[in-house]
């Protein structure tokens, strides 16, 4: 008898995003006439062409790949060194991070879900909540919970409330932990964690002897320069954080597929019988068993967003999608909604008017106004009650959901 992994019997509905496109497409099934006039601001989904330096270098890789002089078999496991290296000079610039704690792979949503392969059994895992589903299914998966109750919390982890009142950055725990994971830019409330609560996470961490997982997907959107781009830049988080990043978001990768963690040589976990063990060897083990790499000409791609023409490119790409962000927190203020993120992140996050639930709030959108947004509970329990609408679109797009939001409320 060939036995299932139980745990995933644990899981509570399908993965937030296909269950939305399912319902999504239940809707233009049943409503013809309104599926031409769809939006879709639902998942975080980038939808401007890729940089052309980019584009570039990865059709100069393909074409290296019909030389036999310049052609590349199996690649490093852990990503390129011009890759990795241009990662530590650019990305990591005077945070003391070296190419050789950086591993190249095809997504931070991968890499999130992937790096539980390393870490022990019996942890005390603290997720967010609203949170990134990934960082709860995963554990869920892996079977470091129980079962979950109705509202989708799972028994065994500690959920750190996210709220208007602490600016959807959680409180420290009064409780010890062993795992925390921040999301800043915060996905799915756009919110940003300042310079001091991420100190005071760090200065958490090292007195528990945990370790935080620290997911920067969305840093290219920061504009204030005060808030802080790196777990990097906090004394101490060289010995108690790793950090996740991404070209989804910046560099249109979405449909191309590449991110990497850096790990810190400072960076240790417990055996079994309490000796040190450094995450990066176990993290580098794990990946040249089960991984080959992200493919070549996408590597070179990525490289060439740190190149001066790339990165002029991807400005203009944060450029145009923080201009979204920007008319989207308007029209929303304007039609007496309560509005926060969408200044250092993607992501808008909508309160739904009193007595109105996340799903209600999806179906009235979806019915009223044909535009898909995310509804706050899919994040979890605290996330009832909001809505998040992704900045993602074209210009004409978001004026048009803009006017749309309008007319409706
Ligand atoms: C989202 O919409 O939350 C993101 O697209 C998810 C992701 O990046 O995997």
């Known amino acids: 008898m060939a036995r299932i992994n139980d745990n995933f019997l644990k899981l509570k509905a399908g993965y937030l995003f296909p269950e939305i496109g399912r319902r ?52 490093p496991e852990q990503g390129y060194g011009f890759l990795r290296e241009a990662i530590a000079e650019n990305a990591y610039a005077g945070l003391n ?12 949503k991968c890499d999130s879900g992937n790096i ?16 990134y589903p990934v960082y709860v299914d995963t554990n869920v998966m892996i079977g470091n919970t129980g079962e979950g109750d109705a509202d989708g919390r799972y028994e065994g982890l500690v959920y750190l409330s996210c ?15 062993d795992v925390i994971y921040l999301c800043y830019p915060n996905n799915p ?24 997982m620290y997911d920067a997907a969305y840093e290219a959107f920061i504009q204030d320069e005060n808030v802080p781009r790196s777990i990097f830049e906090i004394e101490g988080a060289h010995e108690c954080a790793m950090e996740f990043r991404s070209f989804s978001k910046n560099g249109g990768f979405t449909g191309l597929r590449c991110g990497y963690i850096a790990i810190p040589d400072a960076l240790t976990g417990a055996a079994a019988d309490g000796s040190r ?45 923080m201009a979204n962000a920007s008319l989207l927190r308007t029209a929303c ?28 709030m999806f179906d009235k959108m979806l019915n009223d106004a044909s535009v898909v947004i995310t509804p706050g509970s899919g994040f979890g329990a605290a996330g009832e009650g909001f809505f998040r609408i992704s900045a993602f679109n074209s210009k004409a797009n978001v004026e048009e959901v803009c006017r749309r939001i309008k007319e409706i409320f």
């Open 24 to 75: 999504v497409t239940a809707f233009t099934t049943a409503n013809p006439d309104k599926a031409a006039k769809l939006i879709r601001c639902g998942i975080g989904d980038v939808t401007e062409p890729i940089p052309a330096a980019a584009a570039q270098a990865m059709h100069d890789g393909i074409d290296e790949q019909t030389n036999r002089d310049t052609f590349h078999g199996y690649g």
């Open 189 to 212: 409330t756009g919110a940003a964690a300042t310079r001091e609560q991420l100190t005071e996470w760090v200065k958490y961490a090292k007195e528990n002897d945990a370790i935080i």
């Open 333 to 360: 203020q304007e039609a007496g909604l309560t509005v926060y993120g969408g200044e250092n992140a993607p992501y808008v996050w909508v309160a739904c008017p009193e007595g109105v639930t996340s799903w209600d």
């Open 97 to 108: 991070i070296s190419a050789d704690e950086i591993f190249v792979s095809d997504g931070s």
């Open 277 to 321: 063990v450094s995450i990066k060897q176990l993290w580098s083990r794990r990946t040249s068993t089960k991984f080959n790499g992200a493919s070549y000409p996408i590597q070179k791609g990525a490289a060439a967003l740190f190149s001066p023409e790339g990165k002029a490119q991807v400005s203009a790409l944060i450029e145009h999608y």
């Open 163 to 177: 709220t208007a009142e602490n600016d959807f950055v959680p409180a420290i725990p009064t409780e010890k932990v």
């Open 116 to 131: 539980l392969d390393i870490l022990g059994q019996g942890n005390v895992i603290a997720v967010t909540d609203p949170v």
